[in-house]
Structures are given as C-alpha cells and as structure tokens.
Nanobody, 115 residues
C-alpha cells in the first residue's frame, strides 16, 4: 500500500495548514494511520494517530492545536494544523501500522513555519 502526502508549505507563525495522506488501497488495511515529523538534526517523532476504531492520540506538543481525521470513502487521512509555531517546522510523514506490526511510510511533505 502506498501513502502519498501533500499540503506542506511555508506559513507564518499562528497560521494553519492541512496535510493530506492519500492511501492507495483501503485505509482499513491498517490498524492505525497517523503522522510523524522530523525536524532538521532531530529524530523522527510521533505527532498524531487514529486507530481503525477512531481512537485518537496526540503528542503533548500538538494537543489542542492539531486534529487528525479521515475520509473513509476517499481513503485520505488529514492533519489539520492550527496555531503553528516555528518549532513545528519539520518534514511530516504519513504512517500506516499493520495489525501484525509492520509499517508503511509516505515520502514526506515539508512544513516551514517562519515569518
């Protein structure tokens, strides 16, 4: 299954962006779908996830600002990002976790928060 992200770009602090992740097959192929990010010089970190049963989890640093959602008919997972901060600058990756433990990753989309 392929995951293809889009929606990244340059935004001012306090602004908003919505990332999209198109899943080539059914989103229900995965036990969960989520987003990770990797800032320059840092390790990839968890951002948000939604399970097949719509259980949600967020990193503390984005809780209350970011919202993960999905469109079952279009096989798309979204990450709505509000009140963006410079420290949110990173490459954002879509992640799909299979029930048996393997992962699929997208190629990433760059988000830059800067004035």
């Amino acid at each position: 299954v392929q995951l293809v992200e889009s929606g990244g770009g340059l935004v001012q602090p306090g602004g908003s962006l919505t990332l999209s992740c198109v899943v080539s097959g059914s989103i229900f192929s995965f036990a969960s779908l989520g987003w990770y990010r990797q800032a320059p010089g840092k390790q990839r970190e968890f951002v948000a996830t939604m399970s097949r049963t719509r259980d949600l989890d967020y990193a503390g640093s984005v809780k209350g600002r970011f919202t993960i959602s999905r469109d079952n008919d279009k096989n798309i997972v979204y990450l709505q990002m509000n009140s963006l901060k410079p420290e949110d600058t990173a490459v954002y990756y879509c992640n799909g976790k299979y029930a048996f433990g393997d992962d699929d990753w997208g190629q990433g989309t760059q988000v830059i928060v800067s004035s």
